[in-house]
């Protein structure tokens, strides 16, 4: 390939536009985590709305193989699921077209040492303050919700906490407020359950005098209190509900009575099982306590008159499920029995490595800024590529290649290949450490990629995103029935997994995995094609902000769950809150952004050298 040819230089004002909307978006999204429930965001919210699942959409996904929960947060569909399901790869695709364009109009060395600049230098300086910054504030904002939801008695939302605390005075305030009692969080837990699974026998007794429901069906696994008295081996627990009346012959999904969680004898697998359930919940479970209490809980059990009357007709089964329990176990030391010697010992160190790795990417050294460091990997290999090109003599791809929809002939089974490594979420996974995850970085080197090879041709400013409504329309059905299979998964990760059972769990993933993909890149061409139709012309207020708007992203994290933290305990709409925090995060940047960044050599650090215009006399 020969050297590229110094091309004419052209402003591409809807392009500049699309790469500010991808990270302001991400402000967005950052804004709305805290009332969404997800256990990884510091701050929660005591305001986090969930919406119950219509009977119709259960039976129209039964049709199909779904498996959907019995409610859904409004906020993660659209900001967790419609959003952060294209978001950053559109984000790589307008990068790897200016990095193509710079490449064509400077050469490579000049466009390398543009990048570091831009990127490495920023993410090294202003970056590292405004990491540690957000470490500050996520403490800071974390006390203040804590101390707040102290202050704000008889906030609904603080049952499920006061119950997993032992807080019977919270429980008290909740109740008295008109919360349910038996209300299910978005686990499906109930506050008898919370309390019963974290031993909270204060707690435990006052919902019992309270009359919860005893024997109400929590989770995926429909265990009953009991089951969960049962699962942590505490005996009081366990006469205490049988006293109040708990059902000793209740079963879960598993077909298992609260015998059968302590019928087996103790064993590996079943350790395995305390183990994970403790890393889901962040709760080290005491082993020699558990295996020493099982034995007398089993003999309560066992004398109940209830479950004499049908030991003699009890089915072994639970006892033949029970070495199912661990997610996989028996099926894992299957495989790895089936292993020749030799290969046994590699395994371990394959296993090793890979997880080494997958940790290292997973620590939170560049927390919210992780995309630059991915960006300038991609942009190394994208010069080593060239490099490789250029030496080889490559022909240029051919412009059908980015042409829709014969691009996606290519484009589908390669980010498919990367989407299914992928767990987290509807879209792209989080991988924030210093050591870069392979599969992520294939995944966003493949937009970038698309990215650059779209720059200098006819047919990407011609052609590509020309219908976009049509993308838009298509990409509906597709982010529906994608969401739809991505919630079936993850039930059935509860439901399916912990019998062994892995056909259901990959099917679904597969068929979410495909779907993500294609709404990814229908919606990427959907937003070429609207922003080059209604943005391609100059427009000053647009031009601030897509200057603006790298700044606004870098420094928001802290000030947002510092606002996150204040607002948490306040007893209105999360709508409003969520609102509240945005607009005084951006902005309180935006007046910083005028009258101390952007005219300063931070502000040169970012977009370049700015000058001030000259006011109006």
């Known amino acids: 390939m020969e050297s590229p040819p110094i091309l004419e230089k052209k402003r591409y004002h809807d392009l500049d536009a699309l790469r500010a909307t991808a990270m302001l978006l991400g402000i967005l999204l950052h804004g709305v985590i805290s009332f969404m429930g997800e256990k990884y965001w510091p701050i929660q919210d005591t305001q986090s709305p969930y919406w119950e699942v219509p009977a119709e959409i259960h039976e129209a996904g039964a049709v199909i193989g779904m498996e959907l929960p019995e409610e859904f947060s409004p906020y993660k ?68 919700a804590n101390m707040g939801g102290k202050a704000n008695k008889g906030s609904p939302s603080d049952l499920w906490s006061s119950a997993e605390q032992g807080d019977v005075e919270g429980i008290y305030r909740a109740l008295k407020s008109g919360t349910d009692i038996n209300a299910k969080n978005k ?58 009346g708990a059902n ?17 004898e103790w064993s590996s697998e079943l350790e395995g099982v305390y183990k994970f359930i403790g890393g889901l919940t962040k709760r080290e479970f005491d082993m020699e306590r558990i295996k020493r209490e099982r034995l007398r809980v089993r003999d309560i059990l066992v004398n109940d008159q209830r479950v004499i009357r049908q030991e003699d007709t009890a089915s072994t089964e639970p006892e033949r499920n029970e070495k199912k329990e661990f997610p996989g176990g028996e099926q894992f030391r299957q495989y790895y029995e089936d292993l020749p010697n030799w290969a046994k010992p590699i395994s371990w160190i394959i296993g090793g490595v890979i997880g080494a790795i997958w940790a290292g990417s997973m620590v939170p050294a560049f927390h919210h800024l992780w995309f630059l460091f991915y960006l300038m990997i991609i942009i190394l290999l994208f010069a080593l590529v060239m490099w490789i090109a250029k030496k080889w003599k490559f022909r240029a791809w051919a412009d059908w290649t980015i042409k829709m929809p014969l691009c996606l002939l290519w484009l589908f089974p390669l980010t498919f290949i990367a989407q299914v490594t992928m767990w987290q979420s509807f879209g792209p996974d989080t991988h924030t450490g210093p050591i870069p995850w392979p599969p992520k970085v294939l995944y966003y080197a493949i937009f970038f990629g698309f990215g650059a090879l779209c720059h200098g041709r006819d047919v990407f400013e011609e052609r590509l995103g020309k219908y976009w409504w049509l993308s838009f329309l298509i990409a509906v059905p597709v982010l529906l029935v994608g969401v739809g299979f991505l919630e079936t998964r993850n039930v059935q990760l509860g439901t399916q997994l912990s019998q062994g059972n892995f056909k259901p769990i990959v099917i679904s993933h597969l068929i979410a995995s495909a779907c993500i993909v294609l709404y ?19 427009n000053k207020t647009i031009r601030y902000l897509s200057d603006s708007s790298y700044w606004l992203y870098v420094a928001h994290m802290p000030l947002m769950m510092f606002l996150q933290g204040l607002v948490a305990p306040w007893a209105m709409s999360s709508l409003v809150k969520f609102l509240l925090v945005c607009g005084v995060t951006v902005g309180l940047l935006l007046l910083m952004y005028e009258y101390v960044i952007r005219y300063t050599f931070v502000g040169t650090m970012l977009n370049g050298k700015r000058t001030r215009e000259p006011t109006a006399s």
């Not at 364009?101 to 090294?124: D, N, S, T, Y």
């Not at 000793?248 to 087996?264: D, F, H, Q, S």
Request: charged letters at 20%.
């Open 77 to 144: 569909f659209v900001f967790m699921q419609a959003i952060h399901g294209f978001r950053m790869p559109l984000f790589f695709v307008v990068s790897g077209f200016f990095a193509a364009m710079l490449w064509r109009q400077r050469g490579m060395k000049e466009m390398l040492k543009h990048r570091a600049k831009r990127i490495l230098l920023p993410l090294f300086t202003l970056g590292a303050v405004m990491i540690i910054a957000t470490w500050i504030a996520m403490i800071t904002g974390g006390l203040l």
């Open 248 to 264: 000793p012959l209740a079963k879960n999904t598993r077909n298992e009575t609260p015998l059968a969680v302590v019928r087996g």
């Open 520 to 538: 990814c890149w229908l919606v990427i061409f959907g937003f070429i094609g609207v922003f080059r139709q209604f943005f391609s012309g100059e």
């Open 187 to 244: 686990e499906g837990q109930s506050a008898l359950s919370l309390a019963v699974f974290w031993r909270q026998k204060d707690a435990v007794k006052a919902l019992l005098e309270k009359e919860a429901d005893i024997n109400s069906s929590n989770g995926s696994d429909q265990n009953t209190p009991l089951h969960m008295a049962t699962f942590v081996a505490d005996a009081e627990l366990v006469e205490l509900l049988l006293e109040y």
